[in-house]
């Protein structure tokens, strides 16, 4: 076995014919959307057939959608664009503890800005308990943001239920939907959702593009002043091979979504079960069900996840745990912490996510590598 | 690139790097004898005052890029390993701790003895790696009569860094390598620069390495006010007891210091002692800082107790020292009694005590007591 990737949910490889969707961007449909010749507008079809495509996939219209630089951007300007701009309305936030640091900071952000947020804890299960959610709700309450499907443990919120709260106490609700779009089925009118963040490498399409869906009706401040792209909503000229790839997988998606998150939840059903066969105390992250199809959280007791993680990339194995700093070390996440696991669990939480192109096989040679490792770990390394 | 490293655990070595121009050599050196090399920083450290970006603290982000940039380019793989919590409790708060009771604390010693050779050797059993190695400048050696492993010191005499490893035991001796050891520094610049390690010009660094500004006034005082501990003044005496000033906190001391005393005699003075119980500073000439003998403590002989019940060495009391010829007595297991043949100047409690047989390192302790 050479290598073994079991971290799409850092980052996806772009699907071949996502690459191949996009390849006539770089090539002849080059123009700039913007420019009125027929390289524009040829380079402006591209990039509204992807709009369309991933509107689509959310039932959204295309003209509620917008292009991002990805995922982060999509949070910054959906939270902090909407909390600027109808400041009138209200100076309370709501999120959970357990969200992106993309949505964290952009509410720490707001906070110097003379808001206030509340930050629900997260259930023992990883979800956000929706009786705490309207408890918390105030006359002055003007953004919920509660993320679709957490991307380290990945527990999904009931957010059909959270957009019901929201439509009744009259708020604007937000997603994160980075780690959920394309995975797993979301309705924007169905579950009076506002905002939604998308982001493309999670999706096997490219980094560097992702999308914000803004309800008609709302506005935002704008983040980028420039030119008039996006229809004077971003400016910038547009990323439009990216957002090509993006629509492409989208596209894929909508046909095959269904299927492979059927495929992915028994592989992953099998790699905990042999998990728990093979490896004695053992601990799962959050709940089994409702979860990401392809994601595990897994903590093993009186062992160091640094080591862990080391030790599997030192037999060609991908997987993570918690958030790297800059400097590259491993701290202990905030979710994990907000879980508030057993001491001796609380160093450890491995996450593997499997994708499209994960083979039994290489499960297989995972729970052979990780009895090893955690077997000398545990040896070597006795915490707690 | 390892794969499975079960089947190769023959020839693997982690080196611990600093992202320094030594370390960085010591990585290459060892590929190039043939080892399975991986490269491991360690995070021991917080920004202190918004400082990750300081080119010089020991784990700040452009150090450990440094030694990523290194790796990559040898085509190893180079983790950052997270040992804030032991720093801390191991070397910044005994570094704080000695200070508040008069002594003058060796962090760098209780680096490689308390994380070098601890976590960062069980790190190194966890990844199921045979060698650990640094970059220091000494000299591991096998004794072939014995049987047994033996520091010495590094070939470049004045660079050698033998002192500060003291506290390996012969045990972790046999599973240590020091590439460079056999090397004068000059050597291994121009080796640097041969392979062109990004790192061939890095500056050296001789400051300590989690206080950016190499304050240690600075740093004990910030803690202490963090703390809500209220420096205890007291008086700075002469040897026979005359007062000569106030001063505002013994941490803000050290054997052998002339400058910063807070007062001025009209000849040089020297702290020649610090007492905590008293909260006392006493100055002295530059003669009065000469002891005959010391205590140390915390002993480490490195393959055993080498003559009882005394026997003769050569002994270090600071990184910069010549060495003094001496007659050790040896107090039960961890303690002994050192009687220099000529008096040795600035002997500092805190500071280690360090033997020598030649070139060969015996042990050494911590600085209990002088002039017994």
Redesign the interface.
């Known amino acids: 076995m050479e290598r073994v990737y079991l971290d799409y949910g850092a980052s996806t490889p772009v699907d071949k014919r996502v690459l191949e969707a996009m390849i006539p961007y770089f090539r002849e449909k080059f123009g700039n959307p913007s420019s009125i010749h027929i390289f524009g507008r040829e380079a402006k079809v591209g990039l509204e057939r992807a709009r369309e495509s991933i509107a689509h996939l959310i039932h959204a219209q295309p003209e509620e959608l917008f292009f991002t630089s990805g995922g982060t951007e999509a949070d910054n300007w959906g939270i902090i664009g909407y909390c600027l701009q109808n400041r009138e309305v209200g100076n309370n936030i709501i999120t959970s503890c357990v969200e992106h640091y993309a949505v964290l900071n952009s509410c720490k952000y707001l906070e110097t800005q003379g808001f206030s947020v509340t930050y629900l804890p997260a259930e023992p299960d990883g979800t956000v308990d929706l009786d705490r959610l309207k408890k918390a709700i105030t006359p002055k309450t003007l953004l919920v943001s509660i993320m679709h499907v957490n991307n380290e443990i990945g527990i999904i919120n009931d957010i059909n239920a959270i957009g019901a709260i929201t439509r009744e106490h009259g708020t604007v609700f937000h997603t994160d939907a980075v780690q959920g779009f394309g995975k797993i089925p979301i309705n924007v009118r169905q579950m009076n959702i506002d905002l939604l963040s998308i982001s493309g490498h999670k999706l096997y399409a490219p980094k560097g593009i992702g999308a914000l869906y803004v309800r008609k009706g709302i506005h935002l401040q704008k983040l980028l002043h420039g030119g008039s792209n996006e229809r004077n909503w971003r400016s910038g000229t547009e990323n439009v091979a990216s957002a090509v790839g993006l629509g492409a997988s989208a596209a894929f998606c909508k046909t095959e979504m269904e299927q492979e998150a059927d495929a992915l939840r028994k592989l992953r059903n099998y790699f905990w079960a042999e998990i728990q066969k093979n490896i004695p105390d053992v601990r799962l992250n959050g709940a089994l069900e409702p979860r990401l199809p392809g994601n595990l959280n897994v903590s093993f007791k009186s062992a160091d996840g640094e080591s862990i993680l080391l030790s599997l990339d030192l037999y060609g194995i991908a997987a993570s745990a918690g958030s790297a700093c800059e400097s590259g070390s491993i701290e202990l996440t905030h979710v994990i912490k907000a879980l508030n696991p057993p001491l001796e669990y609380a160093q450890s939480a491995i996450r593997f996510t499997i994708g499209r192109w994960t083979t039994r096989t290489e499960i297989d040679y995972t729970i052979s590598a990780l009895k090893e490792i955690i077997e000398r770990v545990r040896k070597f390394e006795r915490k707690t | 690139m ?5 089947i190769n655990l023959k020839n693997t070595v982690l080196v611990a790097m600093s992202g320094g121009v030594d370390s960085s050599t010591t990585a290459a050196l060892l590929k190039r004898q043939g080892y399975s090399v ?1 490269g491991i ?1 360690m ?1 021991l450290t917080d920004a202190e005052d918004g400082d ?1 970006y300081s080119d010089r603290s020991c ?3 452009e150090m ?2 440094r030694a ?1 940039r290194v790796c990559d380019m040898l085509g190893i ?6 040992f804030r919590g032991a720093f801390q409790k191991e070397v910044k708060d005994n570094f704080y701790e000695q200070y508040l009771i008069g002594k003058t604390p060796n962090p760098c010693v209780r680096c490689n003895t308390y994380i070098k050779w601890k ?1 960062l050797v ?2 190194k ?4 790696v045979e060698f650990i190695a640094t970059g220091h400048y000494a000299r591991c050696l096998k004794n072939n009569e014995t049987g047994h492993y033996e520091l010495h010191r590094g070939k470049d005499y004045w660079k050698d860094q033998s002192y500060f490893l003291w506290g390996l035991t012969a045990e972790q001796l046999s599973y240590t390598l020091f590439p460079l050891g056999e090397l004068t520094k000059k050597e291994v610049r121009e080796i640097a620069h041969t392979l062109e390690l990004p790192t061939a010009d890095v500056k050296e660094s001789y400051e300590i390495c989690f206080i950016s500004d190499n304050n240690y006034r600075r740093y004990v005082g910030h803690r202490m006010l963090i703390e809500q501990r209220l420096p205890s003044s007291g008086n700075i005496l002469t040897g026979t007891g005359e007062f000569i000033a106030a001063h505002t906190g013994i941490h803000q001391f050290t054997i052998g210091q002339r400058h910063k005393l807070g007062i001025a005699v009209g000849k040089p003075v020297y702290v020649t002692e610090i007492n905590p119980i008293t909260n006392t500073v006493v100055i002295g000439n530059y003669d009065d800082l000469l002891s005959n003998s010391l205590i140390a403590e915390s002993v480490n002989w490195i393959n055993g107790i080498p003559g009882e019940p005394e026997f003769e060495a050569t002994v270090k009391v600071r990184y910069r020292d010549p060495g003094h010829p001496a007659r050790l007595k040896p107090l039960g297991e961890d303690r002994v009694a050192v009687y220099f043949s000529e008096s040795a100047r600035s002997v500092t409690p805190g500071q280690s005590a360090v033997f020598y047989s030649g070139d060969r390192l015996l042990g050494g302790g911590v600085i209990t007591k002088k002039n017994v």
């Open positions: 390892l794969n499975k490293i079960n991986i920083t995070r990750v784990c700040s982000v450990a890029s990523r793989p180079h983790y950052v390993v997270d976590p069980q790190k059993n966890s990844l199921s």
